[in-house]
């Protein structure tokens, strides 16, 4: 119930491509959905997040596509840099516990 | 500057030894949290405090103790009985709980068993 299961595992993209990156989950109460980015050997930095009330987000490059009754939302990077190169988590949480649960994340790698 | 402090970066520890990972917030968080990573994988929670005083166990919690007796401060202990120590720890805090607030990442402390 806790789980949060995120594909692909890797990614290689070309620059200037879109890069999805897609999470789905099982517990119908977390209600609070960001996504990470993480450079090797330094912590998570949050990128976006989202709540349930909305069906997406965009912040510049980066949108959440959220559906709540699939229980999936995913992270689409637009015209994708080689210094978006990183690791990227999906995370969620809800009220009773605001500690976060996280993917397996996916390693994004965007090629010149 | 505001943020959350790890230390130290990198530790070796001996087999049965308890080894103390420090994480310090000036960010006047009310919650802390704890994380193990592994290669590839995601991040796992170990221990998560919500108050001074008050801290439960996450998924991973056996072999793991911790203590938080300052708002500032989460120290991680990782004792004798973890049987496979070897990871990246990350420590993280967030403001007032019950609500969707922003969860900030240290930047880790790997340690090693030699």
């Known amino acids: 119930q806790q789980q949060v299961k995120q594909s692909p595992q890797s990614l290689i993209v070309q620059k200037g491509g879109i890069s999805i990156i897609n999470c789905a989950y099982e517990?119908?109460?977390?209600?609070?959905f960001p996504w990470y980015q993480q450079f090797p050997g330094k912590g998570p930095a949050l990128l976006i997040a989202i709540r349930p009330d909305v069906s997406e987000k965009k912040e510049g490059r980066f949108t959440i596509s959220f559906n709540k009754s699939a229980k999936q939302f995913s992270l689409h990077i637009m015209d994708s840099q080689p210094g978006d190169s990183a690791t990227y988590f999906c995370a969620a949480s809800w009220t009773g516990r605001r500690a976060l649960t996280f993917g397996s994340g996916t390693r994004l790698q965007v090629q010149p | 500057d505001g943020g959350i402090t790890q230390s130290p970066k990198y530790l070796f520890r001996k087999e049965g030894q308890n080894v103390t990972l420090s994480c310090e917030q000036n960010?006047?968080?009310?919650?802390m949290y704890w994380y193990r990573q592994d290669p590839g994988q995601g991040l796992r929670l170990i221990y998560y405090s919500q108050i001074v005083n008050d801290f439960q166990k996450g998924d991973i919690a056996e072999g793991y103790s911790v203590s938080r007796e300052k708002k500032e401060s989460f120290p991680l202990t990782v004792t004798s009985a973890q049987k496979n120590p070897t990871a990246f720890y990350l420590c993280a805090s967030s403001g007032r709980t019950g609500t969707n607030t922003e969860a900030f990442f240290g930047q880790g402390t790997r340690l090693t068993v030699v």
């Open positions: 960010l006047n968080h009310d919650a």
């Open positions: 517990n119908t109460a977390f209600d609070y």
